[in-house]
Protein backbone atom coordinates (compact mmCIF):
# COMPACT_ATOMS: atom_id res chain seq x y z
CA UNK A 1 0.00 0.00 0.00
CA UNK A 2 1.43 3.38 -0.61
CA UNK A 3 0.94 5.91 2.03
CA UNK A 4 0.30 9.36 1.00
CA UNK A 5 2.79 11.75 1.41
CA UNK A 6 2.38 15.21 3.48
CA UNK A 7 3.00 17.85 1.21
CA UNK A 8 4.69 21.27 1.70
CA UNK A 9 1.12 22.94 2.02
CA UNK A 10 0.10 20.50 4.79
CA UNK A 11 2.81 21.32 7.00
CA UNK A 12 2.97 25.04 7.05
CA UNK A 13 0.38 27.14 7.10
CA UNK A 14 -0.46 30.63 8.20
CA UNK A 15 2.80 32.12 7.47
CA UNK A 16 5.47 30.89 9.72
CA UNK A 17 3.07 28.52 11.91
CA UNK A 18 3.47 24.63 10.96
CA UNK A 19 0.67 22.04 10.84
CA UNK A 20 0.76 18.36 10.75
CA UNK A 21 2.21 15.38 12.08
CA UNK A 22 2.37 11.72 11.02
CA UNK A 23 3.76 10.53 13.83
CA UNK A 24 4.14 11.15 17.78
CA UNK A 25 7.76 11.20 18.80
CA UNK A 26 9.56 12.90 16.21
CA UNK A 27 10.90 16.61 16.87
CA UNK A 28 7.80 18.80 18.55
CA UNK A 29 7.92 22.04 16.82
CA UNK A 30 4.01 23.66 17.61
CA UNK A 31 2.10 22.36 20.19
CA UNK A 32 -1.64 23.49 21.27
CA UNK A 33 -1.97 23.96 25.06
CA UNK A 34 -4.48 25.72 27.02
CA UNK A 35 -4.96 28.27 30.05
CA UNK A 36 -5.96 26.63 33.22
CA UNK A 37 -7.66 30.00 34.52
CA UNK A 38 -10.76 28.55 35.32
CA UNK A 39 -9.67 25.08 36.65
CA UNK A 40 -11.49 23.05 39.31
CA UNK A 41 -11.91 20.38 40.16
CA UNK A 42 -15.55 18.08 39.08
CA UNK A 43 -16.38 14.66 39.05
CA UNK A 44 -15.24 14.12 35.61
CA UNK A 45 -14.60 10.43 35.14
CA UNK A 46 -13.12 8.00 36.76
CA UNK A 47 -8.91 9.24 37.85
CA UNK A 48 -10.59 12.71 39.00
CA UNK A 49 -13.54 10.26 40.47
CA UNK A 50 -10.96 8.24 42.65
CA UNK A 51 -9.43 11.69 43.77
CA UNK A 52 -13.07 13.07 45.15
CA UNK A 53 -13.96 9.86 47.25
CA UNK A 54 -11.06 8.89 48.69
CA UNK A 55 -9.97 12.91 49.88
CA UNK A 56 -10.92 12.25 52.87
CA UNK A 57 -8.50 9.30 53.43
CA UNK A 58 -5.66 10.75 51.43
CA UNK A 59 -5.73 14.48 52.93
CA UNK A 60 -5.44 15.77 49.07
CA UNK A 61 -7.23 19.15 48.24
CA UNK A 62 -7.38 21.48 44.77
CA UNK A 63 -5.35 24.57 45.09
CA UNK A 64 -5.63 26.66 42.21
CA UNK A 65 -2.84 28.63 42.47
CA UNK A 66 -0.45 26.08 42.40
CA UNK A 67 -2.27 24.24 39.32
CA UNK A 68 -1.32 27.66 37.61
CA UNK A 69 2.56 27.19 38.69
CA UNK A 70 2.49 23.61 37.62
CA UNK A 71 1.33 24.69 34.07
CA UNK A 72 3.63 27.45 33.64
CA UNK A 73 6.80 24.58 34.30
CA UNK A 74 5.50 22.50 32.29
CA UNK A 75 5.25 25.49 29.71
CA UNK A 76 8.69 26.59 30.69
CA UNK A 77 9.90 22.96 29.58
CA UNK A 78 8.30 23.82 26.00
CA UNK A 79 9.88 26.98 25.39
CA UNK A 80 13.47 25.62 26.68
CA UNK A 81 12.63 22.58 24.35
CA UNK A 82 12.15 25.02 21.35
CA UNK A 83 8.44 24.19 20.94
CA UNK A 84 6.29 27.39 20.06
CA UNK A 85 3.64 27.45 22.26
CA UNK A 86 -0.05 28.17 20.83
CA UNK A 87 -2.95 28.49 23.37
CA UNK A 88 -7.42 27.50 23.31
CA UNK A 89 -8.61 30.99 24.79
CA UNK A 90 -9.53 30.57 28.93
CA UNK A 91 -13.22 30.41 28.87
CA UNK A 92 -15.23 30.37 32.57
CA UNK A 93 -17.81 27.75 31.20
CA UNK A 94 -15.73 25.44 29.90
CA UNK A 95 -13.34 25.12 32.44
CA UNK A 96 -11.37 21.86 31.64
CA UNK A 97 -11.13 22.95 28.02
CA UNK A 98 -6.96 23.54 28.55
CA UNK A 99 -6.91 19.57 28.28
CA UNK A 100 -6.16 20.02 24.78
CA UNK A 101 -6.16 16.93 23.67
CA UNK A 102 -9.69 15.77 23.40
CA UNK A 103 -11.90 18.55 21.83
CA UNK A 104 -9.61 17.99 18.58
CA UNK A 105 -6.79 15.60 17.34
CA UNK A 106 -3.93 16.61 14.46
CA UNK A 107 -3.59 14.60 11.56
CA UNK A 108 -1.39 14.91 8.24
CA UNK A 109 -4.69 16.03 6.90
CA UNK A 110 -5.39 18.91 8.65
CA UNK A 111 -7.86 19.07 12.63
CA UNK A 112 -10.05 16.20 13.50
CA UNK A 113 -12.72 18.08 15.58
CA UNK A 114 -14.25 15.50 18.29
CA UNK A 115 -17.77 14.83 19.90
CA UNK A 116 -16.75 15.41 23.22
CA UNK A 117 -19.63 13.35 26.07
CA UNK A 118 -18.83 14.81 29.42
CA UNK A 119 -21.42 17.28 30.10
CA UNK A 120 -18.98 19.99 31.19
CA UNK A 121 -16.72 18.99 28.19
CA UNK A 122 -19.61 19.06 25.61
CA UNK A 123 -18.80 22.36 23.71
CA UNK A 124 -15.25 22.02 24.44
CA UNK A 125 -15.08 22.16 20.73
CA UNK A 126 -15.99 25.54 20.21
CA UNK A 127 -12.60 26.93 21.34
CA UNK A 128 -11.21 24.37 19.27
CA UNK A 129 -13.06 25.40 16.28
CA UNK A 130 -11.90 29.07 16.91
CA UNK A 131 -8.13 28.32 17.50
CA UNK A 132 -7.67 26.21 13.78
CA UNK A 133 -9.87 29.09 12.03
CA UNK A 134 -7.98 32.38 13.32
CA UNK A 135 -4.46 30.31 12.52
CA UNK A 136 -5.84 29.43 8.89
CA UNK A 137 -5.40 25.43 9.90
CA UNK A 138 -8.27 23.23 7.46
CA UNK A 139 -10.12 21.14 9.70
CA UNK A 140 -10.35 17.61 8.09
CA UNK A 141 -13.31 16.21 9.93
CA UNK A 142 -16.01 16.59 12.16
CA UNK A 143 -17.01 13.66 14.45
CA UNK A 144 -20.67 13.06 14.51
CA UNK A 145 -21.01 8.94 15.26
CA UNK A 146 -21.59 8.58 18.61
CA UNK A 147 -18.62 10.37 20.95
CA UNK A 148 -15.10 10.79 19.86
CA UNK A 149 -12.12 12.36 21.96
CA UNK A 150 -8.37 13.25 21.03
CA UNK A 151 -6.61 11.48 23.40
CA UNK A 152 -8.11 8.04 21.70
CA UNK A 153 -6.34 9.06 18.29
CA UNK A 154 -2.43 7.63 17.94
CA UNK A 155 -0.72 8.16 15.55
CA UNK A 156 1.86 5.24 16.28
CA UNK A 157 3.41 6.19 12.71
CA UNK A 158 2.63 7.20 9.05
CA UNK A 159 0.31 4.67 8.02
CA UNK A 160 -0.86 3.78 11.64
CA UNK A 161 -2.89 4.90 13.72
CA UNK A 162 -4.70 3.31 17.04
CA UNK A 163 -8.36 4.62 17.13
CA UNK A 164 -9.48 4.11 21.13
CA UNK A 165 -12.86 3.77 22.62
CA UNK A 166 -13.85 3.00 26.44
CA UNK A 167 -17.48 3.77 26.22
CA UNK A 168 -17.94 7.05 28.70
CA UNK A 169 -16.21 8.89 26.76
CA UNK A 170 -15.22 7.85 23.37
CA UNK A 171 -17.54 5.35 22.01
CA UNK A 172 -17.73 2.48 19.89
CA UNK A 173 -19.45 4.34 16.74
CA UNK A 174 -17.24 7.29 17.07
CA UNK A 175 -14.13 5.10 17.03
CA UNK A 176 -15.44 3.35 13.64
CA UNK A 177 -16.35 6.26 12.12
CA UNK A 178 -12.88 8.36 12.47
CA UNK A 179 -10.89 4.54 11.85
CA UNK A 180 -12.83 4.22 8.30
CA UNK A 181 -11.97 8.03 7.51
CA UNK A 182 -8.25 7.41 8.39
CA UNK A 183 -8.72 4.16 5.69
CA UNK A 184 -10.15 6.47 3.14
CA UNK A 185 -7.10 8.30 3.44
CA UNK A 186 -4.84 5.05 2.41
CA UNK A 187 -3.85 4.39 6.56
CA UNK A 188 -4.64 1.85 8.49
CA UNK A 189 -6.92 2.17 11.91
CA UNK A 190 -7.20 0.05 14.15
CA UNK A 191 -10.12 -0.01 16.69
CA UNK A 192 -9.02 -0.73 20.27
CA UNK A 193 -11.50 -1.41 23.61
CA UNK A 194 -9.75 0.61 26.30
CA UNK A 195 -10.39 0.16 29.55
CA UNK A 196 -12.21 2.92 31.12
CA UNK A 197 -10.44 3.17 34.24
CA UNK A 198 -7.49 4.65 31.70
CA UNK A 199 -10.18 6.75 29.96
CA UNK A 200 -8.37 7.50 26.42
CA UNK A 201 -6.08 5.35 24.36
CA UNK A 202 -3.27 7.67 25.60
CA UNK A 203 -3.35 6.30 29.05
CA UNK A 204 -2.05 3.14 27.74
CA UNK A 205 0.32 3.69 24.79
CA UNK A 206 2.31 6.44 23.93
CA UNK A 207 5.32 5.94 21.12
CA UNK A 208 8.54 7.29 21.77
CA UNK A 209 10.91 5.87 19.22
CA UNK A 210 10.31 4.40 15.63
CA UNK A 211 9.96 1.03 17.33
CA UNK A 212 9.52 1.81 20.61
CA UNK A 213 6.18 2.34 22.87
CA UNK A 214 5.81 3.97 26.45
CA UNK A 215 2.93 1.08 27.83
CA UNK A 216 1.23 -0.73 30.25
CA UNK A 217 1.30 -4.13 29.24
CA UNK A 218 -1.11 -5.56 32.10
CA UNK A 219 -3.87 -3.42 30.44
CA UNK A 220 -3.79 -4.41 27.01
CA UNK A 221 -5.28 -7.52 25.13
CA UNK A 222 -3.29 -9.85 24.16
CA UNK A 223 -4.24 -9.52 20.51
CA UNK A 224 -3.26 -5.92 20.50
CA UNK A 225 0.73 -6.54 21.85
CA UNK A 226 0.69 -9.22 19.14
CA UNK A 227 0.28 -7.10 16.53
CA UNK A 228 2.32 -4.39 18.01
CA UNK A 229 5.16 -6.78 17.90
CA UNK A 230 4.45 -8.34 14.53
CA UNK A 231 4.79 -4.30 13.74
CA UNK A 232 8.29 -4.48 14.94
CA UNK A 233 7.57 -2.50 18.38
CA UNK A 234 9.46 -2.67 21.67
CA UNK A 235 7.72 -1.78 24.85
CA UNK A 236 8.91 0.16 27.96
CA UNK A 237 6.52 -1.37 30.11
CA UNK A 238 4.79 1.17 33.19
CA UNK A 239 3.89 -0.88 35.99
CA UNK A 240 0.07 -0.73 36.52
CA UNK A 241 -0.03 1.23 39.76
CA UNK A 242 1.76 3.98 38.29
CA UNK A 243 -0.26 3.53 34.89
CA UNK A 244 -3.21 4.11 36.55
CA UNK A 245 -2.36 7.20 37.67
CA UNK A 246 -1.60 8.07 33.98
CA UNK A 247 2.35 7.25 34.47
CA UNK A 248 2.14 6.74 30.33
CA UNK A 249 0.69 10.16 29.44
CA UNK A 250 3.68 11.17 28.28
CA UNK A 251 5.26 13.69 25.20
CA UNK A 252 7.97 13.18 23.58
CA UNK A 253 9.48 16.06 22.14
CA UNK A 254 11.77 15.01 19.81
CA UNK A 255 15.82 14.08 19.78
CA UNK A 256 15.74 11.48 22.83
CA UNK A 257 13.85 14.12 25.10
CA UNK A 258 11.01 12.77 27.16
CA UNK A 259 8.23 15.69 29.18
CA UNK A 260 7.06 13.07 31.95
CA UNK A 261 6.00 13.74 35.34
CA UNK A 262 6.99 13.66 38.85
CA UNK A 263 4.36 10.95 39.90
CA UNK A 264 5.98 8.06 37.61
CA UNK A 265 9.35 7.52 39.31
CA UNK A 266 9.77 4.11 37.97
CA UNK A 267 8.96 5.20 34.06
CA UNK A 268 11.33 8.17 34.42
CA UNK A 269 14.33 6.11 36.12
CA UNK A 270 13.94 3.51 32.58
CA UNK A 271 13.62 6.00 30.33
CA UNK A 272 16.69 7.88 31.50
CA UNK A 273 18.62 4.68 31.57
CA UNK A 274 17.92 4.09 27.75
CA UNK A 275 19.45 7.22 27.13
CA UNK A 276 16.67 9.81 27.27
CA UNK A 277 16.68 12.93 28.79
CA UNK A 278 13.84 13.30 30.89
CA UNK A 279 12.01 16.23 32.48
CA UNK A 280 9.36 15.99 35.05
CA UNK A 281 7.82 18.76 36.91
CA UNK A 282 5.12 18.24 39.20
CA UNK A 283 1.96 18.37 37.86
CA UNK A 284 -0.28 16.76 41.01
CA UNK A 285 -3.13 19.33 40.69
CA UNK A 286 -3.77 17.98 37.05
CA UNK A 287 -2.65 14.08 37.62
CA UNK A 288 -5.07 14.15 40.58
CA UNK A 289 -7.92 16.37 38.55
CA UNK A 290 -7.98 13.14 35.71
CA UNK A 291 -5.36 14.69 32.93
CA UNK A 292 -1.25 14.05 32.63
CA UNK A 293 1.16 16.18 30.13
CA UNK A 294 -0.24 14.26 27.21
CA UNK A 295 -3.67 15.23 27.99
CA UNK A 296 -2.79 18.32 28.25
CA UNK A 297 -1.49 19.46 24.67
CA UNK A 298 -2.29 18.58 21.25
CA UNK A 299 0.62 18.41 18.52
CA UNK A 300 0.18 20.90 15.59
CA UNK A 301 3.48 20.30 14.09
CA UNK A 302 6.08 17.48 13.89
CA UNK A 303 8.94 16.49 11.79
CA UNK A 304 8.06 14.18 9.50
CA UNK A 305 9.11 10.86 9.86
CA UNK A 306 10.97 11.03 6.54
CA UNK A 307 11.88 14.20 6.76
Not at 233 to 260: H, K, M, P, Q, T
Not at 279 to 287: G, H, K, N, T
Not at 294 to 299: D, N
Amino acid sequence: MKLPEISDAQVRQSGSRSWGIDNDYTQLRDVLLGRPDYYRWVEAGPIIGRTLNNADKTGVKFDHALAMEQHRNMVQVYEDAGVNCHYLDADPVLHRNFFARDSSAMTPWGALICHMQLKCRRADYVTAIEFYQKNDIPIWKKSTAGHFEGGDFLILKPGLVLVGYCGERSEREGAEQVAAWVEQEGWEGIVVPNSREFVHMDGLVVPIGPNLLVTCLDALEDWLIDRLKAEGYEFVNVGYGEARNLGVNLVALGNDRILSMASSPSLNSQLSSLGYQVQAPDLSMFVLGGGGVHCLCQSLYRDPVNS
